[in-house]
């Protein structure tokens, strides 16, 4: 075998080692170009968005006007519709009375709540986070500041009612959008290392028709099995269509009804769908929702306008979407990110409506308990705090210490503010159950219960008693009603005048039903963490053993509570109800058509014809005075059936520190603002005045 040169040997080695240098020179060239590249685009995108963000600051409005801002050419040229919104004159002129000539919007507030949510989900059904999405959304109109029946522009300039083409005599809703509402850019730092976002979801997005179509496609999406999409599907049950006209314009069409008037069949739609359409709609981010957060789309071809309504594998992935744990904002606030102890939000400086936020942050700590809320609040590191009933004697205890005199005297006094809260504590009579059957024995346990002894001695006079399921101070509930009195000797006479005796000697009265006999003995299902629940229970237990009857305490968690009132799996439970604004709608809580479906809200299973007659016309009917007269029959026959004893609605104790400002009750301020029905106080016109 012949041996190689030297010399071509080594020339051999030298051109490998000057090849290597090239493929090394041409690798470190092609990252340096990468690189560069990328720093490029990174700055093409931050202008971008600072060229948008001009463009969107040269339109907003200067912080001392709350106006709006004016319509469209294209509004405004379809004029022969009236607009169903009206500016409000609380915001365009009073609120700018309350605040300092050189008012600029500063400070923070501060609160916590009990627990952290395990998601921010659009469809969440956590209370706190759906006051959050609140926060951080728009609507397409807003109420009047201080009423219940006057709307204002929100995320909508104008909303006329159109009769529709197909069927005249019947309305459609046509919204006009404002061009100047926009989604902010999301923050990478919101998300965790492997969800690299795309350069789209870094830009300001305009809220448009589309959005809101997306809101009512996924809710009505039969396979979106998240609870809150579940209960407003049926809640818009009626709801038919959300048409897109342009990106700015869009038709809200309900379902019409055939209705007799004057016996002829007219097609309605039903009285509550003005409403709706106006304050119950909020959009959902096309751009974050209908993408993953590479940027591509989730449906590739969605050119079906009813492609988010349909899909089962869009509702899937909206179901566990990358931007669950966020909050994309339009709204007054943005979301700032979320933490294990706090989520914070901050002040949309860019909000077409200036004057809505008057503080520039926002921020809730997670606590374990109702108790380490109370001690940060008299540690003054929070602005606001609902007193609870069992605090009412720390509080004066409280108001004596060196550490409150110390907080007084460098302009942190706590003042006070009572109302009467929008909810109700009842006891539910289940009516399956052979006890509670006759209206007349239910009669009798409400009058067995002294509700005055429940509201003196286990809420320290905190709470008015109240006779049916309307708020006490609404329209709707008749004035004229007073409580059955507390009387445990008749009730006893009633109860033995429906056959209840005590028949064996045994102390529990009992009657013979179905040839079997029954003792008046059952269980009352309860919070048991709750202690003012568990001290009021226990005294119902008391009071009824007065009259013969025997109650067994069901003390449970939250869960157990959950799956006791969604099966209906109780004989009496102590509860309360969160009440909405008029006008009122009795079909969730009384309609028949509930009393014996799983996990529907009347869960006593209460059954009236006349009731249902009267839900059915409220339905329909248009006319004020017509629809007052129903709600005073409907409250009346209530007062009579006693499905519930209705115990108590509680007072509201707001106690706040004195450098809080603009605290007070709308109707109580007819100086400030003529003719206002709310009588709860408006916390989005606080501001602080630090001492």
């Known amino acids: 075998m012949s041996k190689e040169p030297l010399g071509l040997y080594l020339l051999r ?12 020179m041409l690798y470190w060239s092609s990252l340096a170009l990468e690189e560069r590249t990328r720093s490029i685009q990174n700055k093409l995108e931050q202008m971008d968005i600072q060229i948008q963000e001009l ?4 339109t907003t409005q200067p912080v001392v006007a709350h106006s709006n801002v004016q319509p469209t050419q294209e509004v405004a040229e379809a004029s022969q519709y009236p607009n169903l919104l009206s500016e409000d004159p ?9 605040l300092p000539t050189d008012f600029k919007p500063h400070g923070s507030f501060h609160s916590g709540t009990i627990g952290k949510p395990d998601t921010l989900h659009p469809f969440s059904n956590w209370a706190g986070v759906a006051e959050w999405l609140g926060m951080c959304n728009i609507s397409v109109a807003r109420l009047h500041f201080g009423f219940y029946d006057k709307y204002a522009p929100d995320g909508a300039l104008k909303v006329e009612q159109r009769d529709r083409e197909d069927q005249p005599g019947v309305p ?26 795309a350069p789209q979801f870094l830009k300001k997005h305009p809220v448009t028709a589309h959005d ?5 496609d996924a809710m009505k999406n ?4 998240d609870l809150k999409a579940v209960s407003l599907r049926n809640y818009y049950s009626d709801l038919e269509e959300i048409k897109v006209v342009d990106d700015y314009t869009f038709i809200v069409r309900w379902k019409t009804h055939k209705v007799d008037e004057n016996g002829k069949q007219v097609p309605k739609i039903k009285f509550m769908a003005q409403g709706l359409t106006l304050l119950g709609f909020s959009p959902l981010p096309g751009f974050v929702f209908k993408y993953f957060a590479d940027g591509t789309k989730i449906l590739e071809d969605d050119s079906d306008p009813e492609s988010y309504r349909n899909s089962s594998v869009w509702a899937q992935n909206l179901a566990r979407h990358w931007a669950k744990n966020i909050i994309p904002s339009c709204g007054a606030w943005v979301f700032k990110g979320m933490s294990d102890t706090q989520i914070t939000f901050e002040r949309n400086k860019q909000f077409y409506l200036p004057l809505e936020v008057l503080v520039q942050g926002n921020e809730v700590q997670f606590k374990d308990s109702a108790d380490a809320i109370w001690q940060e609040f008299k540690a003054n590191k929070y602005e606001l705090y609902n007193l609870q009933p069992d605090k009412v004697l720390e509080l004066e205890q409280f108001l004596k210490t060196e550490m409150y005199k110390q907080q007084a005297a460098n302009g942190s006094a706590i003042k006070r503010l009572d109302y009467l809260g929008r909810s109700y504590t009842y006891i539910a009579w289940n009516q ?3 006890w509670f059957k006759s209206r007349r024995v239910r009669q009798a346990l409400t009058m067995a219960i002294d509700r005055q002894r429940i509201i003196r001695d286990y809420l320290q006079g905190m709470g008015e008693e109240v006779t049916g399921t309307f708020y006490k101070y609404s329209p709707s509930t008749d004035p004229s009603i007073k409580p059955l009195p507390y009387d445990p000797r008749q009730a006893k006479q009633i109860l033995e005048q429906e056959g209840w005796f005590d028949s064996n000697g045994d102390g529990i009265i009992d009657k013979t039903i179905d040839g079997e006999n029954i003792p008046f003995k059952f269980q009352l299902t309860y919070y048991v963490k709750n202690n003012v629940s568990k001290s009021i229970a226990e005294y119902v237990a008391t009071a009824l053993k007065g009259v013969g009857i025997s109650v067994e305490l069901r003390g449970v968690d939250q869960a157990d509570l959950s799956s006791t009132v969604e099966d209906k799996n109780f004989d009496a439970l102590l509860l309360a109800w969160a009440l909405g604004v008029p006008p009122e709608d009795p079909r969730q809580l009384w309609s028949s058509e509930g009393a014996e479906e799983k996990g529907s809200s009347n869960t006593v299973g209460f059954k009236n014809k006349e009731v249902d007659q009267i839900i059915d016309q409220l339905d329909y009917e248009y006319n004020p005075e017509k629809r007052q007269q129903l709600y005073y029959k409907f409250d009346n026959i209530l007062y009579e059936e006693q499905p519930y004893t209705f115990l108590f609605s509680p007072k509201v104790s707001l106690l706040y520190r004195e450098y809080v400002q603009n605290v007070f009750v709308p109707k109580d301020r007819q100086d400030l603002v003529p003719g206002a029905q709310v009588t709860t106080p408006d916390g989005s016109i606080y501001w602080l005045k630090r001492p």
């Open 90 to 98: 609380f915001y365009q002129k009073t609120l700018s009375t309350l």
């Open 222 to 225: 039969p396979y979106n099995q």
């Open 432 to 434: 399956t159950k052979p």
């Open 172 to 197: 459609e809703f046509w919204v006009f959008l404002r061009k100047n509402a926009f989604w902010q850019p999301l923050n990478k730092e919101w998300f965790s290392e492997d969800i690299a976002l």
């Open 55 to 58: 463009k969107d600051t040269l």
């Open 13 to 24: 080695i030298l051109a490998a080692c000057g090849l290597f240098a090239f493929m090394a």
């Open 212 to 216: 809101y179509k997306l809101f009512f």
